[in-house]
């Protein structure tokens, strides 16, 4: 039987951003397409886990907004991690509404993500109640450095528990 998309997701796609959010689109836009991961959890206690995975990032809603998938390991590996994140710019803001969710390990985040320099900076909290701070550091048009922190409180230095060095697939 052939594999059809189905309303739902030709409805949620997009081929890119409408004209008059085009510009407000390009913090986010240059990750459409499809890329793969080595993943780097760093434990409490010093010790490191290290995945494969891939990611996939499109336009949604009418192109007013970013969706990614996240998946460690790489298919068809059964999966630790299964997550997606909408991005959705605010101009009231300036900045983006970030709202991850890994039902997989019920694990959610709501943050707010600007530039920071060469960098794009994500800053929240998570459903444990942790600060979160997500960074794309080293960004290329074909690569880049994902490094997740956390905190319990404003006077704690931040640990990172999470890093991702991903490179395009099809550049």
């Known amino acids: 039987m052939p594999v059809t998309i189905s309303p739902f997701l030709t409805a949620l796609g997009s081929e890119g951003p409408?004209?008059?959010?085009?510009?407000?689109m390009d913090l986010y836009g240059w990750l459409?397409?499809?890329?793969?991961m080595d993943t780097v959890h760093?434990?409490?206690?010093?010790?490191?886990q290290k995945w494969p995975g891939e990611i996939h990032?499109?336009?949604v809603l009418e192109g007013r907004a970013i969706q990614d998938?996240?998946?460690?390991?790489?298919?068809?590996?059964p999966s630790t991690m299964y997550g997606t994140t909408l991005r959705i710019f605010d101009p009231g803001i300036g900045g983006w509404h970030i709202i991850w969710a890994d039902p997989l390990n019920q694990d959610y985040s709501r943050q707010i993500g600007r530039a920071e320099g060469k960098d794009i900076v994500q800053i929240g909290e998570d459903?444990?109640?942790l600060?979160?701070?997500?960074r794309f550091t080293e960004i290329t048009a074909n690569s880049f450095h994902w490094i997740g922190e956390e905190r319990a409180s404003e006077?704690?230095?931040w640990q990172v528990t999470y890093e991702h060095f991903a490179r395009r697939t099809n550049p």
């Open 127 to 129: 459903s444990r109640g």
């Open 32 to 36: 459409i397409g499809s890329w793969e």
């Open 69 to 77: 998938i996240w998946i460690r390991p790489r298919r068809p590996a």
């Open 18 to 24: 409408p004209a008059d959010r085009a510009k407000d």
């Open 42 to 48: 760093h434990l409490n206690d010093g010790t490191i």
């Open 155 to 157: 006077s704690d230095p």
């Open 131 to 134: 600060k979160t701070r997500w």
């Open 57 to 59: 990032f499109g336009w």
